[in-house]
């Protein structure tokens, strides 16, 4: 089956810092899920991105599909935005695979 | 509506006890699907349902057993279950199986004591 890998696995920012989250995935696929884990569980969707590029807010995403991979970008971050960042994907037919996810932690 | 809804949110069971675990949604979606989450592990596909039919079942101990009475309820019945299946349940929904736009409920937090 499809693999997918994220980078970096762990990632300690100060409050205002940039930072980048990549996800490979091994094969073509129909769609890419980057979703935020709260601290309670709750699985955030924030892009459908299976390819381009997509901006909110301070977040955004680029997907280049040729190449199998996606860039999530969080800029001026906040400790609200600590967490766990899911990488997630499906091809026809299958159902959404995770990555195994980067831990974010944002202090003031 | 564009929610997942799962109950309980919490759940506290024995081993010799029968629950279950409810999901519903009314965004017209024809594919939802159970997922596991042990504590700092991504979800596990568990089972899929399609059009209400049971598509995929992931090798999954038959002290789960789902059940979709309709396109907008997904349930997931716990029978004898192991400590080690204490866990956070997921549900989600998407259009359509191996489609895009998945939503995914706050889950149901098991512990199996």
């Known amino acids: 089956g499809i693999q997918v890998e994220q980078s970096p696995p762990d990632l300690i920012l100060q409050e205002g810092a940039n930072s980048t989250l990549r996800c490979n995935f091994s094969d073509s696929v129909n769609n890419l899920q980057w979703f935020h884990q709260n601290p309670w569980g709750q699985l955030i969707n924030l892009f459908y991105?299976?390819?381009g590029t997509k901006q909110n807010g301070r977040l955004s995403a680029t997907t280049v599909a040729t190449e199998r991979y996606s860039l999530l970008y969080i800029s001026s971050s906040q400790t609200t935005d600590s967490g766990v960042y899911f990488c997630a994907v499906n091809q026809a037919g299958t159902a959404l695979i995770f990555g195994k996810g980067t831990t974010l932690s944002v202090s003031s | 509506d564009t929610e997942v809804t799962q109950t309980p949110k919490h759940l506290v069971m024995g081993m010799t006890n029968k629950k279950s675990l409810k999901c519903e949604q009314h965004?017209?979606?024809?594919?939802m699907y159970w997922y596991k989450q042990k504590a700092k592990k991504p979800p596990e596909l568990m089972f899929v349902y399609s059009y209400e039919k049971l598509s995929i079942n992931e090798s999954v101990p038959s002290r789960f057993s789902p059940e979709c009475p309709n396109s907008s309820l997904l349930n997931l019945h716990l029978h004898a279950l192991q400590p080690e299946d204490s866990a956070l349940y997921l549900c989600?929904?998407?259009?359509?199986?191996?489609?895009?736009?998945?939503?995914f409920g706050s889950g149901t937090r098991l512990t199996v004591v």
């Open positions: 991105i299976p390819s």
């Open positions: 965004m017209g979606h024809r594919a």
């Open positions: 989600a929904s998407s259009p359509g199986l191996g489609g895009y736009g998945y939503t």
